[in-house]
Structures are given as structure tokens and as C-alpha cells.
């Protein structure tokens, strides 16, 4: 029994690796295949044969393990692939991508359980802010590679690298700054690589590629347990898993369920786009993906201005936009005190600071925005479209990057307000970025503090700790000065170009918040700006703590400590 059960172990390992040729022959093809279109039938024909092959493949692990509910929810994907593939079996693409990121992740899998890989993760297993910049910049570095190729086009020509490397930074940092028109500029392969990156770096690097690892059935090794734990920000194993399986169920129910309310609406529409379902279907998947991740990109050249009096995309999106920024740690504590034990109270005081501040922001931002609009872009609206764009402005300004009212006309006291909502950005463990909603309630209630002469920082009968209060002043001392430098850059670089200070300066705030709205300099930068906002997008994308940390050696401890004496301040 035991040399039965080696050999059947051998014998599903050689068919594995059998599908690794093919499937590398499946991504070149799918690549190139508009260099050699005579060959498109044939390859089309292969592509069946591997398909009734890879289920038959299917059929006998379930046949040879039957009795085994545990390893059939290994392979459920796997039959789902096989399912859609033959649903739609005259257009094949959908097989051809599954079976090709298949074989990469259980590539990257058996890499990973060598030797020299094992060496290196023990060097960065107690360092998870270095992981964080490795692999945001290992996922752009590939991205700018996809998006360069030329069938990432809708011309067929190669976009260049800094335009690749730009719009891949954008939507790995879930930014949704641009230099070329998204829906016009790029083909669908562009668009799913765009939508592929902004997933990833909305859910994060490690998390991304984790999710993936337990989709394929393969377990999580010990040290991808501890990097992860780090990552995460849980001291426990069974809180770490917990934490992560909600990360991704939230993510794909709400992005679906977004989708499909956006197709619902738009599905009247399809006839006169000339959309087929299946198009459509995707192009809502697109929009979903953007606004829950708070990436900003859209496939209209105006973002959702046309859908400015739309009750149903408006309320989809910034409900979409609110729950990816408000945190996964939130969106659980929520369902767990909430939903279940029915009372607020249990919430953690993390939870109550950033649920409170976010109804704050959005708030404060609608009302001022509204005032400052009414007598400039909303006075010749009608009052519900004038409050549903106050209302949608103020929410994806700090964070997401749409728009339903024209930037570039903004009057300058609705500049300013935008500017303060995007470095202030999301919340912590969130899809957005900026130095978060947690730090900027810090900062006022530690002024507070300083204004009532009381010692502690004080919020809903809890102190906060003093460790807390540096790291926020930290955190905004190194944003402030890593701001302050690229727009110095920025002012050098496109001094040619006319552009005003508050163009420069809304761009530069928007790139570092990852926020993604512009005010219409993008595309005219210079390449020298181009990069600065690459860098900028990087950075705030990552965060100025992880930078720093990732940056600094071990914390080295002293057994003295000098006199204190007294700084006048003020």
C-alpha cells in the first residue's frame, strides 16, 4: 500500500511538470500571437487537445481520491477553470490565463522551497518592511515589462518604458495617476495586466500571493507563517490565518458584488456601446477592482462625470471606495462585535477612532465642498446632482482618484481642502494609502491635549500610548520632508512647461497619497517629473515608516541617560 501511494505521489508529480512546457508555450502565444496570426487555428486546436487533457487529468485525481472531501477542495479551481473553459469553448483565453498563472505560482512555489531561497527568506523573515519594498518594486519592475510589450497597445506599438513604468507604478501603488487614456490607449491585455496590478497591490504583495498559494490547495511553510504574522500585524498564528482569509473573502465578495450591480445598470446600455455581455461584464469588473482597491482608474476619458446625477454608480462606488479604505481589520472587528454580538461598545478603540474619523472627513469634505462649489461648477446643477458630486468628491478624494466634477476648474479654496484630504489618505490596513486616518486623529487629539494642559492623549476613556504620538510625528516629518523634496524636483523640471504652483503641488500631494486625481498636468510632464512622481506614487505607497524601518539597523540599546533640560518652544 505504501509503494502504491509513493508511486501514484510520483506519478501526478511527472503529469505536473508535463504542463509546465505547455504552458509556457500557451503564454508566448497568447503574447505574440499577432506576429504570427497563420498560426492562430493550429494553436487553438493544441490549446483543446490540452484542455480535455488537463480535465481528464482532473477526473482521475478525483476518481483515485474519492472518499477524500479534503483534496477535491483542492482542486475546486482547478474544476472550475475546466467548467468555464468548456462554457466558453470557442474563445479559449479565459483556460489560457488559468493554466498559465497556474503553472507560475506553483513555479514560484518549488523556487521558494529551495535551498538558496530559503537562505534568503530567513534574512527578511524579521524584517517584513524590507519584503514590502522588494516586492512592490519586483511587481512594478514586472508590470512595466507587460505593459512595454506591444500588445498591451490598442495601436500594436510599444508604449515606451518610463509611460510602462509610470502607469505600472500607478496601479501597483492603486494610484490612478495617467499619462495615456486607459480606456483608449491600452487593449484588453493592457487592461487585465492594469487590473491584475491594482488587485495585487491592494491587497498587498504577501497577502496577494498567499491567497493565491491556499487557492491552488498548497499549505502556508512556517517561515511564510511568520513573515506574514509580521506583515500582518498579529502576534498568533490562528488570528494571522483568521485575519487573512477575511482579507480575501471581503475582497472578492464585495468587488463581485459591486460588478454585478454595475452590470445590472450598464447591461441597458451594452447595445449601443457595442458591448457583448462578456465585455461588459469585464468592463464592470474593471471599475469594481478600481474602486474597492481605491486605485482611481477608469476607462472613461472623464472618469464617472457622466454618471454624475446616476443614484446607483455613485452609491456603488463610493460604498466600494469606503470599505476597501476603511481596513480589513475594521471590516472584521465590525462583523465580529457587530454583527454577531450586536453592540458597538465591543469594538476596539483602533475601530472606533477610524470609523469615526472617516464619517468626520466625509462629512466636513461634502459640506465645504458644496460651499465652495455652489457658486462656481454647481450652479447650474440641480440640488440632487449638486449633493451626490459634493458628496462623492469628498469621499474619493482622500484615497480613490475618480471624479464627477472637473478638477482642472476647482476653485482654490476646494484645491486646498482636496490637499489636506489626500495627505491625510485612507486607513491603516486598507487598500489606500496617505499617512492614514489613525495619524491625522493623533495629531488633533494630541493639540487637544497640549490646549487642555492634560499630559495623556485621551479618546473614548482610553490614553494612547506615547510611543503612538512619535511614531505619527515620525511619520509626518519624514512625509512632509520627502514631499517637500520631489516638489522642489518637480518645480525644477517643468519650470518650461508654465505650469502653476498649485498644479505642481496637487499633483505632487495627489501622487503621494495615492490618490490619482490630477488637475491635468500628467501626460505634459517632463520625464525628469515623470520619475518624480513615479517615486513619489513608491513612497507613499509603501510608507515613510516602512522606509525608514526598513532602512535602520536593530534598535541598539544604552544603559545611560542624559540630563533633561528645557527647549523654548513657540
Known amino acids: 500500500m505504501f509503494k502504491r501511494l509513493d508511486f501514484r505521489k510520483e506519478y501526478w508529480r511527472f503529469f505536473e511538470l508535463l504542463m509546465f512546457p505547455v504552458a509556457i508555450a500557451i503564454g508566448f502565444f497568447v503574447v505574440y500571437q499577432q506576429f504570427y496570426t497563420n498560426y492562430i487555428s493550429l494553436f487553438n486546436e493544441i490549446t483543446k487537445i490540452f484542455l480535455f487533457y488537463f480535465a481528464c487529468l482532473n477526473i482521475l485525481k478525483i476518481y483515485y481520491n ?19 473553459s468548456f462554457i466558453f469553448y470557442n474563445d479559449l483565453i479565459v483556460f489560457q490565463v488559468y493554466i498559465v498563472l497556474r503553472q507560475i505560482i ?53 508604449i515606451g518604458l518610463i509611460n510602462a513604468g509610470f502607469t505600472a507604478t500607478s496601479a501597483t501603488c492603486v494610484t490612478g495617476l495617467i499619462v495615456l487614456n486607459t480606456g483608449i490607449d491600452f487593449s484588453p491585455f493592457g487592461h487585465a495586466i492594469i487590473l491584475i496590478l491594482m488587485q495585487i497591490g491592494g491587497l498587498g504583495i504577501m497577502t496577494f500571493s498567499t491567497a493565491l498559494i491556499m487557492l491552488f490547495g498548497k499549505q502556508i511553510s512556517l517561515k511564510g507563517q511568520s513573515l506574514l504574522q509580521g506583515l500582518l500585524g498579529e502576534a498568533s498564528k490562528d488570528s494571522m490565518i483568521k485575519l487573512l482569509r477575511a482579507i480575501i473573502v471581503t475582497t472578492f465578495i464585495f468587488e463581485l458584488i459591486g460588478a454585478m450591480v454595475l452590470f445590472l445598470k450598464f447591461r441597458p446600455l451594452a447595445h449601443f456601446a457595442q458591448l457583448s455581455n462578456f465585455n461588459l461584464l469585464g468592463h464592470c469588473m474593471f471599475h469594481s477592482v478600481s474602486a474597492f482597491c481605491n486605485a482611481g482608474f477608469c476607462l472613461y476619458p472623464d472618469s ?17 471606495i469606503i470599505i476597501g479604505g476603511i481596513g480589513f481589520t475594521v471590516l472584521l472587528d465590525v462583523y465580529n462585535n ?3 454580538r450586536r453592540h458597538i461598545r465591543f469594538l476596539s478603540l483602533h475601530s472606533k477612532v477610524v470609523i469615526v474619523t472617516t464619517i468626520v472627513l466625509i462629512v466636513i469634505g461634502s459640506i465645504l465642498i458644496f460651499t465652495f462649489e455652489y457658486n462656481n461648477q454647481l450652479n447650474q446643477l440641480p440640488m440632487k446632482n449638486s449633493i451626490l458630486a459634493s458628496t462623492f468628491q469628498s469621499v474619493t478624494t482622500r484615497t480613490a482618484g475618480f471624479n464627477t466634477l472637473d478638477i482642472s476648474k476647482m476653485s482654490f ?9 489626500m495627505f ?6 486598507s487598500t489606500g494609502g496617505g499617512i492614514k486616518t489613525t495619524s491625522f486623529a493623533i495629531l488633533v487629539l494630541s493639540v487637544w491635549s497640549i490646549i487642555r494642559h492634560r499630559e495623556d492623549v485621551e479618546v473614548f476613556h482610553r490614553s494612547v500610548s506615547s510611543e503612538n504620538t512619535r511614531k505619527v510625528m515620525s511619520l509626518i516629518t519624514i512625509s512632509v520632508t520627502i514631499l517637500v523634496t520631489l516638489i522642489l524636483v518637480l518645480c525644477v523640471s517643468e519650470a518650461s512647461r508654465g505650469f502653476k504652483f498649485e498644479q505642481i503641488i ?18 505634459h510632464l517632463t520625464s525628469i517629473g515623470k520619475l518624480a512622481i513615479i517615486a513619489l506614487m513608491y ?32
Not at 516586492?135 to 510599444?158: Q, R
Not at 457622466?306 to 455613485?314: A, D, H, P
Not at 491625510?424 to 490596513?429: D, K, L, R, Y
Not at 516602512?546 to 528645557?566: C, G, Q, R
Open 66 to 84: 474519492r472518499g477524500s472531501f479534503t483534496y477535491i477542495k483542492k482542486i475546486f479551481f482547478d474544476l472550475c477553470a475546466v467548467v468555464i
Open 106 to 158: 506553483i513555479f514560484i512555489d518549488i523556487l521558494a522551497s529551495t535551498k538558496p531561497a530559503v537562505n534568503l527568506f530567513s534574512r527578511f523573515r524579521n524584517h517584513p518592511s524590507k519584503v514590502i519594498l522588494l516586492s512592490f518594486g519586483l511587481i512594478i519592475l514586472l508590470g512595466t515589462t507587460f505593459l512595454s510589450l506591444p500588445l498591451a497597445s490598442s495601436n500594436g506599438e510599444s
Open 304 to 320: 464617472f462625470m457622466r454618471f454624475q446625477g446616476s443614484w446607483t454608480v455613485n452609491l456603488v462606488i463610493m460604498s466600494l
Open 338 to 340: 457587530v454583527a454577531k
Open 413 to 421: 479654496a476646494s484645491v486646498i481642502l482636496m490637499i489636506v484630504f
Open 424 to 429: 491625510i489618505g485612507a486607513s491603516p490596513g
Open 506 to 523: 496637487f499633483e505632487a500631494f495627489s501622487a503621494f497619497g495615492t490618490v490619482g486625481l490630477s488637475m491635468g498636468i500628467t501626460p
Open 539 to 570: 513612497l507613499g505607497r509603501v510608507g515613510p515608516l516602512t522606509i525608514a524601518f526598513a532602512l535602520s539597523e536593530k534598535k541598539i540599546s544604552v544603559h545611560y541617560h542624559y540630563p533633561d533640560e528645557n527647549i523654548a518652544i513657540g
